[in-house]
């Protein structure tokens, strides 16, 4: 998974092409628990270009984007969000998937 490396790379991303952004942190306990499974999630929707997005150094943006909770899922294509999953529960690999789903519907 891509990492995010900065603000101009975020609005690059999001304005071109179909990206599900990730936002996590490495202290986060649930965010811990879906690691095992993103690359398989990764390999099965392919038409997406996932990006980790590390909330402490982005919090201004996770500010921004109501993120509050991690880990959380944002969706776009070419500049329009398609969908969120943000909350602060744990989340489990079929719930990421059926969010991701929904995302083409």
């Known amino acids: 998974m891509k990492k995010l490396e900065s603000m101009e790379a975020f609005e690059q991303l999001k304005n071109n092409g179909k990206h599900v952004f990730l936002f996590s942190a490495d202290w986060c306990p649930d965010c811990r628990v879906i690691e095992p499974f ?6 099965k929707f392919t038409e997406y270009e996932f990006v ?6 982005f919090i201004d943006l996770c500010g921004e984007l109501d993120i509050f909770g991690i ?5 776009y294509e070419d500049g329009k969000e398609l969908g969120r999953f943000v909350s602060r529960n744990r989340k489990t690999q079929k719930e990421i998937e059926k969010f991701i789903e929904s995302l083409s519907n």
């Open 38 to 43: 993103l690359p398989e999630i990764e390999k």
């Open 52 to 57: 980790f997005v590390d909330r402490d150094e």
């Open 71 to 75: 880990p959380s899922f944002i969706g």
